[in-house]
């Protein structure tokens, strides 16, 4: 009952034959780079793709708050079968994982291979925590966004209503970024509109009409019920604010949530 609870479809979409998705690498163990190959491979034969394109590899720096190895990643863009659902795709990339020998040890700890669904042409799939299409940290990850630019710029995020493109030149055109913690009950949204981001910091499920709103105002949401898995990953929700801030660019006093 919990999972019907939490689950949301939000704008229903047609569903046209073949459709575009977006499927993001990384990788921090290992031999990084034959790994992307052989999840190259892996993708190509799968029943669900029937075409693939990949972006370079790009050598970013670890984040979080425990020291790592620097990370590989790439994104694919592939078209997808017309049977294929958001849900059997995910499936189909965590058995890849499974094959590679990937160990779930801690969320958002260091690993031999993640394979992301971060866009399934324009549907909104939300059942957390199995599934959530779009991939809900899109808005604020350089490492996803600048290759997806080399093969997918136009792709657009249906929550946001914007494309890649536009997500990406926002992180380089604002220096300050603003804010706002959005609580149940709390929606003033004439004070939120001049904000970047909203923050939903809840484990329920946010409102439709929060949802609504926001892709009106293209204000992408930080939500807490999408990006923590797990009751424990609750207390590393803080720092992923400010490492969404810090994607911005914005030197530490700019860091702030608006008043």
Request: contains cysteine; hydrophobic residues 40%.
């Amino acid at each position: 009952m919990a999972a019907r609870r939490n689950r949301q479809m939000l704008l229903p979409k047609n569903h046209p034959k073949g459709r575009d998705a977006l499927i993001g690498f990384g990788a921090n163990l290992g031999e990084a780079q034959s790994m992307f190959r052989w999840a190259t491979d892996q993708l190509r034969a799968s029943p669900w793709i029937e075409r693939l394109d990949a972006s370079r590899l790009h050598r970013t720096k670890s984040i979080g708050t425990e020291p790592a190895p620097d990370y590989w990643n790439a994104v694919f863009k592939v078209r997808v079968a017309e049977s294929t659902t958001p849900q059997t795709l995910l499936r189909f990339l965590s058995e890849c994982e499974n094959r590679a020998g990937r160990a779930r040890t801690r969320h958002w700890g260091a690993r031999n291979i993640d394979l992301d669904l971060l866009l399934f042409g324009e549907e909104i799939a939300i059942n957390p925590p199995t599934c959530i299409v779009p991939h809900p940290m899109i808005p604020w990850r350089r490492f996803v966004l600048e290759p997806a630019l080399e093969i997918a710029p136009q792709m657009r995020h249906p929550l946001v209503d914007c494309s890649l493109r536009e997500l990406y030149d926002r992180l380089n055109t604002t220096s300050r970024p603003k804010w706002r913690r959005i609580l149940r009950g709390d929606f003033d949204y004439f004070e939120f509109e001049s904000c970047d981001f909203w923050v939903w910091d809840s484990s329920e499920s946010i409102p439709q009409e929060c949802l609504r709103r926001a892709r009106a105002l293209r204000v992408p949401i930080l939500n807490k019920n999408w990006v923590c898995r797990q009751p424990s990953d609750a207390m590393d929700f803080d720092v992923l604010v400010h490492l969404a801030l810090s994607e911005y660019g914005a030197p530490p006093a700019a860091l702030f949530e608006t008043s």
